[in-house]
Nanobody, 124 residues
Framework: QVQLVESGGGLVQAGGSLRLSCAAS????????MGWFRQAPGKERNFVAA????????VYADSVKGRFTISTDNAKNTVYLQMNSLRPDDTAFYYC?????????????????WGQGTQVTVSS
């Protein structure tokens, strides 16, 4: 059974950095695609970034391009989201998700596996 556990959220001032981690377990993820999504209070869940575990190709939302970096550590079965130059509008609950194809990779409905999420709050 796939299990995803996020960590690393917290409170940071605008301009600061955080690194989120997503520890994956339950099967081999070498053929999986991993995504990060976020949901602010009262808003829809939005795509942030995705990566193919095997080849490392990445996709980013325009709002985070150049500030966030998604990466994997195969030895630790962990996906990271390095977030720099954080802004108050980055405040949200951040979720890690997994899927087995790269079809419609920005669509959260395409991901069958989800973590419990971690809160990121950026103060101005």
């Amino acid at each position: 059974q796939v299990q995803l556990v996020e960590s690393g959220g917290g409170l940071v001032q605008a301009g600061g950095s955080l690194r989120l981690s997503c520890a994956a377990s339950g099967r081999s993820f070498s053929s999986y695609f991993m995504g990060w999504f976020r949901q602010a209070p009262g808003k829809e869940r939005n795509f942030v970034a995705a990566i193919s575990w095997s080849g490392g190709s990445t996709v980013y939302a325009d709002s985070v391009k150049g500030r966030f970096t998604i990466s994997t550590d195969n030895a630790k079965n962990t996906v990271y989201l390095q977030m720099n130059s954080l802004r108050p509008d980055d405040t949200a609950f951040y979720y890690c998700a997994a899927k087995t194809s790269n079809w419609n990779i920005r669509n959260d409905n395409e991901y069958p596996y989800w973590g419990q999420g971690t809160q990121v709050t950026v103060s101005s």
